[in-house]
Structures are given as C-alpha cells and as structure tokens.
C-alpha cells in the first residue's frame, strides 16, 4: 500500500466519524417508527393544536421554495372549497436529486401519515401521490401502501382517501400548478399564480402541494415533538434534510444532515480533495466556487436547496457543465413563455458561439442581460432560476466557458 | 361593486376589483404593448411583453394577467421594464422569420411595429425561427410556422372561442409550436376554415390564402367576363381597410370602385340572400306542415346553413346529425349556380366565359366555393373567393381614392337587396329576416314588432332564444293557429355546440336555430379588416341595422328581381330549377384520413 493510499484511508475515517455524527444529528426521516400508533396519537390531538404545532416548527417545503407549511396549510384550510385535496409532490426531476425516491421506497407509511395529517388539519378529504413517471417500478409498493391506509382510514372512520397518480416525464410538472394541471389531464404547463393552488388548485378547489419530504418531516414532528425538530439544525433553518450528493464526490448517495452547514463542511466531509465547485440546488440552483465555501451557508439562511448538491472537482470543464444545463432547460422548458423558451436556447447557443468564435466574447454581457430579464420576466420560476447557474457559473469561471479546454 | 384604487406612474386610478393592471393603466389613460393579449380571449401571460414594474417588486408583473389590488404602486415605464421589453422583443425577432417585405402581414403586423417602437432592428441572438414548409395545402387558410411566435392566440381562439381546436400548442421546450392534431396538413384537420386564427394571428404566421392576382389575371383577359358579387357584412367592413371608421357604411362607394376595378357586372349577394330566405322559410313551413298537418316523424330543430364554417362544423362533429341543416345553400352559392345560368341566359352571355368572383367577409367561404358539389351550373359556380381585406387591396393597389367616390347602385338583375338581407351579416339576422318572411306568409300580416325590429333576436348574448306565437294564420295555414315558434340563435362554434348537444340528445325545444361560427356573425368574419375586438364588433353591428332600416323594402318577399327570378326562371321556392341550383347536400367528415 502506498503512502498516500494509506494517508486518505486515515482521512476517509476521520471523515466518516464527522459524517456519522451528523447523520445522527439528523437521524430523522430514516428512524423506522410504528406509524399506526402514531397515527392514533395523532387524531387525538385538535386540528387547531397540530397546525399550531407545524406553524411553531418553522417547517419549510423541502422541495427547494422554502414555503412555510404551516402558512400553506392555515390558507387551505381557510379556502372556502366543497372538496380540498392534499397532493403529494413526488415529481423529483431536478437534475442530482434522489432523495425523495429512497424516502418513497424507504418510509412511504410516514408521506401517507403526513398526507392525512395534512387532511386532519385542511378538512381535505383526498389524497394524491404525483409520482413521476420513471419511479414506475415503484408503483406496485406504493399503490399496496395506500391500500393498506385506506383500509385503516375507512375502519377509523377517517374522511381521507390516498392514491397514486403518475407523472408523464415533464420536469416543469413538478412546479405544482404545472403538476395540477398535468393530473387534470392538460398539458403540463405552469398556471397564473394568483390564484395560488391553496385557494383554486386540482378542479379549482383548495389543494395542498407539499414535497415528499415535507410530509415525512411532518409525521416526525409530530413523533418526535417540536424541540428535537427545532434542535436539529445548525443554524436557525429548523430541522434536518435529506441531500442528494454526486458529482466528484467521495461518498455518494442520500444522506440527512441539519441545515445550517457551509458548503466547506459539507465539501470537507464529501469531496474528494479536489473540490472546485459545489452545484447547490440542483441545475436551476447556485454554483458556488471553492473561495466562496467557508461563506456560504445551506439553509433557509443562505442558499435555499430542494437538497441536490453535485460537487465539481478540477478535471471537470465548467464549459460542458454549464452546455449541459443549458441543454436540459431549453428543452424543459414547458415553451409557454417568451424569455424562458426563446432566453434558454439563446444561453445555449451563445455560449457555443463563443466558443466557437462566431460571437465575440463580449456576447456574455448580452446573455447576462438576458438572463437577468428572464429572472425578472418569465412567468414561472424555471426560467426565472436559471440565473442562479448562469450568472454564477460565467462569473466564477468565465475563463473555462470560452477559452479551449 | 367593490373597488381598488392604485397609482400608475403616479397617476390616481379606481378601477373594480378583478380588474387587470392593463386595465387599470387603460383607464389611467397609459398604453402598454402587448401581443399575446387579445380582448376577445382569456388572457394567457405567455408574451410577457406587458411587464411593469410594481414598487417594492423584485419581479416585473405581467399586467395582462396581475389583478389590480388596492396601494399598488406602479411604474410602466421605468428603465427596467424598457430593457426587458427591449430583449424579449429581440428573442421573438430571434424567433421569428422577420422576412417583412415579402411578409403578407407587413404592416399590420405587430411585431413589426413593437420592434419599430423599440428601435429593435437586428439582434445579437442567433435566429431560430422553425424551418417546416409552409402549409399552403388549405384553400382558406395559409399557415407559415417559421413567422410564429407562439402567443397562442390562434391556440386560443380556435377552443375558446370556436370550441374546435383544430389548432393545439404541441411539444415543449425548443420544440413547442403550434401544430394540428398529429401536424396534419390544415386541409386534412379538423378545421372548419373560418380563418378567425387568421384576424388574430400578430404576425404572418396565419393568413387567409390570397387570390388577388388571380382576380386580376381574370379582369385583364378581354375573354373573360368577370361578375362580382359582395356579402352583406363587406359593406360595413370595407371601409376600415381604406382608414375609415369602424361602423362606416360604404355600400354605394364599394359598387363604384368594384366597376373601376373592371369587374364587368356588380352584383349583389343580399339578392340571393333574399332569395335564401325564400328557400329557407319555404322549407321550414315545409318542415312544420309536415309535422303539424301530415303528422310526420320530421327532425326539428331545423337549422341554418348560410355560414360554411358552421356547415363544415356539423359535418365533423355531428355527422349524424346533418339532417337538421337546411338544404339550401348559402346566399354566395345560390347566386355562384345562378349567374352562370340564369344571368348568362339573360344577359345572352356563354357561361364558360364567366368568371365568378365573391367578395366575402370569410376565409371559410374560400373553401365553400371549392366543394365538389358546387358545380351545379354545370362549371365552377363561384371561381374565386376575395375576403374584405383581399378587396381592400385590389382598392389601394389601384390607385382609387375611395373616400372621394361617387356612389353608385349594382347591376341589374341580382343586384337589388332588401334589409332583410343586409342584416344577414349579423349574429340573429337570418333569423329575423326568416320571421319578417315566413309571419307574413302564414298571417299575411307583418310581424308584430315595431318597425319590423325583432329586437328580442338581436344582442351579443353568444346564444339567444325567442318565441313567436302565430295567431289567426291564413286558411291554408290554420294548423298553425296557436304554435309557439321556439327560435334560437348561436354565434361563435363554441356557443353553437351547447346548443348541438341538446339536439344531438333529442332534448332541442326549437323549432329553427341560426348559427353563424364568427363571434358576432358576419360581420365579425375571418376575412374582415383587422384588428377585431367587441367594440369594433359592436360599431359594425350598429352599421348594419342602420342600412337595414334605410331601405325602402325591408322585407325577403317584397325583393322585385326575386319575384321576377321566380316568374321567369325558377316558378316557385322549393320548385324543381330552385333544387338543382339552389340546394345541396351534406357530407359526414367523421372519417377523414
């Protein structure tokens, strides 16, 4: 063995007793519990005390927006509606994230506690799981678990029904109006907002869309108890939550860990020594570069994630990176409007052009400008999000984008 | 009614509650571009071509769809909200094949103009307009992808409006465009050719398919002897493609510029239109009597079939149902058989030399004339179709002053029309005009409304119902005595298909339904000046009444040249000559390739 295999076998292990600290920190989402007794615990509590209870949390969606649940829900539950519904979002189609599938696989009792506590508590009395399309493998256990709770709801006399419904591959059917509209049977494309689905959602009746993970942190609140959740994190961010880590990454995989930790610490722990930039959110989220990680804090606190974090070492060409995002987008974009259908083939287009040497180097300050009326101007926030790569990306490594790699 | 009050550039505006910035800033006396938005539709944001600034915002809104809430403070103008319309102008111009000089839509195009206002002449962005060949396979309606900018305002009209959809956004991404179903050729979709994509489309994605020169080609060859015939609703029409108000009455001035033109008879289709009123009200007393006197198992409602969009509607969507649609043909073909049979004969003129020639408010109409079984005259009964706009370009491309126009009257025979049939170019006119016929003919007595305006039928209600009770009929009639007469009227195809889906059910309580597919009727065509809103709609309506009620003879039956037609040629409505030339069949388009 040689010295220096030897010498990161040593740090390996000191990095996995800081990982392993963490992950118990944060044992959460993953901790099997009796669902059932919980559920009965549940139901012997007021509607008013657990909205109290998720308010107080200062739970967020995990989904990457960072609503306050307890405001999504307190705002259904005042919707005046004949029927309410409560939607699982189960359409993880950011690019680098995974997590809500090992949870669907993994804990699918605590998304259906949470879905009928959501119902407790909004008065909703269906339930609908989103899932997207290629998570069909899965469709057998989930479905057989809304079975069972459904058996168990009737017998309690619970007003609350779950199933399943599957998305078609669109990633812009995961921004929830577009996910409404797909489970109407439309085309997958984001609606006006307002009106918020809170108040018109699926058949323009008071919905709730809450992330998977949202939902489990839900039922663990409520098993737990509002300290521990609170404790969790490093940072007043609240809570645990579940990464999705790949890239040039040493350990790889889906991890819980509190919120509130720099993306040093977090590169400390996952990368492979040679870090140069941490892709935080997923394609639509912030790149931060190396002499930015010891500032930059993950949470609610500084840069908001759906939990995805690709970690970029120095053989990596920022160039073809940024080429591949471009190249998602301009064909997820769902093509409604202008800035974001037309803005994500020109940032692809313009990047090549001066790569190729067709447009001259100066062409950035136009894609810049481009991409900063599509963060202002477009009408969801696909293309609003695309900044946060663009900018950070062609600011930090700028020489990469047009220089021959 | 509850309000929200606001600032505008600092401008002080109340307006209702639910009303939208673009609205507000309206009423506020401030313009904003738009180009996605249109009065008539269901606003869709896509453009974002509208966004304004609201204070405190770290986003522009888009004020077509952002309702106006009470304390806004909006800035319409600032430099933000000019870049940002600056750089979307710039991608649509990236996306779009800026081809302007040979562009159909050149001039009214608002894209062109929007990009004139923003100094936007060249862009930096790569151009990416589509490249798919221009579909040209219909005979109303042309549709260039590559000019499309994907406002779905075509998207739009054609399902909320038409309730057809025979156009559809398909794909995403890069790739969404608008497509019909499976990207047919537009002749093969279900499309009911009433161009109304056509009057909304900004750009040149969608044209009517031009037949100008063609026209021309006929009127310049000594051997042709080329008749033209103009709708009712033209007349009120026409006059805004040559800058005059909506609402402008132009009838006497459009009969002179038509001879100058060298057309070499000016013709009237309200003389057929009468004379449809003569077939179709026959067939209705026709249809009552045997259901009524006879005790036959007849289909009511019976319905009209004046308007081909509508024809070619039922024929998709209600193959089973085509019974219900009159036989006769519409006021364009009926007078197409007859000018290559009775006219020729008249005039002594050989018919193969005649080259028909329609002016129509309609791209649908285009498609009528080319229907195999429009052939009755033994040629082609109408050779080419002209919209409003193609003769308003026949006008300004031949140097007339139009404004400055003598008037004039049309030829003789077929060129004498009564109100009756100048009101057919409104939503509720045939029908109205049908009761002034058909009262009189089972009462002898007028209508019992005043003035002969049965104003219950007039409106802009999408469907309207009435009835009329018939009392004290002639003898012939007495079986009559006592009927109520349920009438109702439907404009725009996705108003008629609510009325459809009762008859389809067998649960219809009428006994005669007009439908016309444009909002509004006629005069609200796909082949009528652009732009079209409600109030333009509205003024063009008002016209129409108002040249109905100055005529002396307002009434189907009381159409001299008609009775004449009956005397010398046909004998009587309904009659043996009146069945070859004047009615037709349908046929079930449920299985179309």
Redesign the interface.
Known sequence: MSQDAEKSTAKLSKVEKKLNLLKKRAHLIFRNIDCVKLFNRILKKTPDEILATITESGLRGRGGAGFPTGMKWKAALEAPGAVKYVICNADEGEPGTFKDRVILERQPDKIIVGMATCAYVTKATEGYIYMRGEYNFMSKEIKACCEKWNDLFEKKDFPFRVSLRLGSGAYICGEETALIESMSGNRGEPRLRPPFPVSEGFNDMPTVVNNVETLAYVTMIMDDGLDFFKSVAKDDSMGGKVFSVSGDAAIKGVFELPLGMTVQEFVDIFGDGDTKAVQVGGFSGLCVPRKHFATTIIGYRGVQTGGSMILYNSTRSMYLVLKNYLEFFQEESCGQCAPCRIGCQQLLLGIEAMRQGTRPLSHIDKLRELVNVMGVASKCKLGMSLANPFNSITEHFFEEICSKW | MEKVSLTINGINVEVRKGSTLLEAAKKAGIRIPTLCHHPDLV???????C?VEQKGA???L?SC?T?AADGMEIETNTH?VR??RR??LE??L??HNADCISCPASGKCQLQSLAHEYFVQKT???N?ADKSPIDDSSPSIVKDDSKC??C?RCVRTCSELMGVSALV?A??????KVETLLDKPLQYAVCTMCGQCVSRCPTGALVEKNYVNDVWRAISDPEKFVVVQTAPSVRVGLGEMLNMAPGSIVTGKMATALRQLGFDAVLDTNFSADLTIMEEGHELLQRLTKALRDKEKISFPMMTSCCPAWVKFMEHEYPDQLEHISSCKSPQQMLGALIKTYYAQKRGIDPSKIVSVSIMPCTAKKFEASRLEMKSSGYTDVDYVLTTRELGHMIRQSGIWFDELEESTFDSPMGEGTGAAVIFGASGGVMEAALRTVYEVVTGREVPFENLNITPLRGTDGVRAASIRIDKPLPDWSFLEGVEVNVAIAHGLANARKLMDDVEKGLSPYHFIEVMACPNGCIGGGGQPMPTSPEIRRKRTAAIYEADSKLPRRKSHENSEVLALYKDFLTEPLGHRSHELLHTHYTKRDDLP
Do not use: Q, W
Request: glycine share 6%.
């Open positions: 606003p869709a944001g896509n453009c974002r071509l966004v770290p986003f522009l888009a769809t309702k933000r870049e940002a750089v979307i991608l649509l990236a996306e930096d962005f790569m990416i900018i994907r779905l956004s794909h995403k991404g890069r790739y969404t």
